[in-house]
């Protein structure tokens, strides 16, 4: 069975800063996909990236960054220029692929990140 | 907004009780996934559905039951309803096969709270 750790239950970082959460994951299926989800105090759970486990290229979108190393099974998130808003709850998240078809997500229990003025 | 509507938002029910809660998928989503957020036991999927028929179970209690129906919006149904019951239950759905189909969009939630 797959499952995905976040080591790290809480985090704060000063605005303008960067920070870095951690997940590790385990698997033994060579086919998937790794994502960051957002859950703010609204309870929204709001896709943050997405990496495909077979493309070596680290995901990005704008502020937001990944370095996924597949061999060790680790995907950290990286938030540049963190912002008030990016306080939240953050889940990383496995999902196997079934070749055309996709499977349920599996969560990390979270990491808290809290954006100080 | 994306795009998935639950309904209620907010369930305030007594123990043994019975509910039903609501999830419509994103225009032209055919697969619908209901997860449980509580305290105890973080994000836990529990079920799957696709072009109405199930797909994949998880950790789903024999009390709970789901379906979904012709215009693909799906129903879950709780009961004999437990404190532990008392979570957030989100709906989420996804593009059909062939499409993007590696990305799942999540409803607002519905809380459940059982007294």
């Known amino acids: 069975a797959q499952t995905v750790t976040q080591s790290q239950p809480e985090m704060s970082v000063q605005e303008a800063e960067t920070v870095t959460l951690s997940c590790t994951y385990d698997t033994s299926e060579s086919n998937y996909y790794l994502f960051w989800y957002k859950q703010p105090p609204s309870r929204q759970m709001i896709l943050v990236i997405r990496?495909?486990?077979?493309?070596?290229q680290n995901a990005t979108e704008n502020r937001f960054s990944v370095n996924f190393q597949k061999a060790a099974k680790s995907f950290s998130l990286k938030i540049s220029d963190s912002q008030l808003g990016d306080t939240a709850m953050y889940f990383c998240a496995f999902m196997k692929h079934y070749g055309g078809s996709q499977g349920n997500l599996i969560f990390g229990k979270g990491t808290k990140l809290s954006v100080k003025p | 907004d994306s795009g998935v509507t639950q309904t209620p938002k907010h369930l305030i029910t007594a123990t043994g009780q019975r509910v039903t809660l609501r999830c419509s998928p994103r225009s032209g989503d055919l697969s619908v996934y209901w997860y449980q957020q509580s305290l105890d036991q973080g994000l836990q999927f529990l079920i799957q559905?696709?072009?109405?028929?199930?797909?994949a179970k998880g950790n789903i209690l024999e009390r709970f039951s789901a379906q979904q129906f012709p215009d693909l919006h799906s129903e879950l149904n709780l009961s004999s309803l437990e404190l532990g019951d008392s979570a957030l239950y989100f709906c989420a759905s996804s593009p059909p096969v062939g499409e993007s189909t590696d990305t799942q969009y999540f409803g607002p939630g519905t809380r459940l709270t059982v007294l």
């Open positions: 559905y696709y072009n109405g028929e199930e797909r």
């Open positions: 990496q495909e486990a077979y493309k070596q």
